[in-house]
Each structure stands twice: as structure tokens, then as C-alpha cells.
């Protein structure tokens, strides 16, 4: 069946802008997440959806970061005032239940190039 | 916080089995072990997971310590594709995962 997939793959944009990172899921799946990883480093939590709410946000680095889901499939993170900083692969997981002993299914990812 | 700790890199002759360690000595008992590998500018593949049992699959083994302080992820006719960075991961939280940076695997012709 189809995987995780995220568009647009690549985002180039310019400091100060405002940026949208669509995901989509797994089909059926309620758990969604959203990973950053900067260059030469692992994957960083972000925040955690259960169907339409955020169960955890503590990965968000500030408040210019912000993620939706809000009919409990599609998800974006939005991410105001773009800084040079910002500059990663965003990389998004779905997984059937969201509790212990759960698969993470991940996209292929989002590279953003912050000018 | 990282739960794991894992070696920065490794090296595997090819056709030759790969055994990749983990340490997680702070792992409760109800807390699974996850094994990942990202081939570059490639997103996280799952590869396997367990609990308390060892777990084979199609890819690998997945051999966990019976005080399950440590695992070894093995890999048992490395190939070229096989290259890749392996990640180890307890999560925390719900379902959280922390990746650290991982081993990355060289198999060598």
C-alpha cells in the first residue's frame, strides 16, 4: 500500500518568510509525527499528533513553528519568519496506534533551504 | 535524553554477517527496543523491534540480553546496500524517538 509521503520535497525560501510542509499518512493510521534533522545529525522530535490533537509539542524549538492536523489524517507544520537556522530535512512518521510496541512509518522528507 | 548509546561507526566485510550493539541500560520493562537504518538523504526504514524476546524477520535479528540492558542488531549476509546509518532507539515519552547519531555501517567489497 502507499507509504508516508510529504510534498513539496524540496522548499527553498527566504529568511523572514512563511513556509507550509504538508504530510500524509498511512491510511488509518491515528498517530502522526514530525521529525527535523540537521545535517550530519539524527532525527529530532517535534511534536506528536493523536487523531487531531498534539498528545506532545515539546519538540517545537519556538513559537514560529506550529503543526495542524485538523480532520486527523493530513498534517502541515507551518513556520512563520523563516531564519536561516531553519534549514533541515523535516521529516514526517504515522503509525497505527501510537502507544508502546508501535511502528513509526517515515516519508521521505522535506528538504528546506532557508536563503 | 538518549536512552541509547551506540558505536559511531562500524565497518563490515560484504557477504559477512554485521552485528551492530546497542547499550540501553536504563530501558524499563515495558519499553520496546527499535532498530532504524536511514541510507543517505533517505527517510528513517524500520528494520525490526522486541521486548523481551529475541525477533527475525526478512532483514535482520534483533538478539536482546535477558537483563535487557543491551541488544545486537544482525545483520546476516551484509550486502553494498546495506550501507547505511543504524539507529537504536528506546522511546520515551508516548511513543517518542530519540535518534541520537547512530552507527553508520560501511560494507566493504
Known amino acids: 500500500g502507499a507509504g508516508v509521503s510529504q510534498t513539496p520535497s524540496n522548499k527553498v525560501t527566504e529568511k523572514g518568510k512563511y513556509v507550509e510542509l504538508r504530510c500524509d499518512p498511512i491510511s488509518g493510521h491515528t498517530a502522526l509525527y514530525w521529525y527535523r534533522q540537521s545535517l550530519g545529525q539524527g532525527p529530532e522530535f517535534l511534536i506528536y499528533f493523536q487523531g487531531t490533537g498534539a498528545a506532545d509539542d515539546s519538540g517545537l524549538p519556538n513559537d514560529r513553528f506550529f503543526a495542524v492536523r485538523p480532520e486527523g489524517s493530513v498534517s502541515t507544520l507551518k513556520i512563520q519568519r523563516t531564519e536561516r537556522g531553519d534549514s533541515a530535512v523535516y521529516l514526517c512518521?504515522?503509525?497505527?496506534?501510537?502507544?508502546?510496541?508501535?511502528?513509526?512509518?517515515f516519508g521521505p522528507g522535506t528538504r528546506l533551504t532557508v536563503l | 535524553d538518549a536512552k541509547t548509546t551506540q558505536p559511531t561507526s562500524m565497518d563490515c566485510a560484504e557477504g559477512r554477517a554485521a552485528n551492530l550493539p546497542c547499550n540501553h541500560s536504563?530501558?524499563?520493562?515495558?519499553?520496546?527496543v527499535y532498530w532504524y537504518r536511514q541510507i543517505h538523504s533517505q527517510g528513517p526504514q524500520y528494520i525490526i523491534h522486541?521486548?523481551?524476546n529475541n525477533e527475525t524477520n526478512e532483514m535482520a535479528s534483533l538478539i536482546i540480553t535477558e537483563d535487557r540492558k543491551s541488544s545486537t542488531l544482525i545483520l546476516p549476509h551484509a550486502t553494498l546496500r546495506d550501507t547505511a546509518v543504524y539507529y537504536c532507539i528506546v522511546p520515551w515519552g508516548g511513543n517518542q524517538f530519540y535518534f541520537g547519531t547512530g552507527t553508520s555501517l560501511t560494507v566493504i567489497p
Open positions: 536504563t530501558i524499563s520493562g515495558n519499553e520496546y
Open positions: 522486541g521486548l523481551k
Open positions: 512518521a504515522s503509525s497505527p496506534y501510537g502507544g508502546g510496541g508501535d511502528t513509526q512509518y
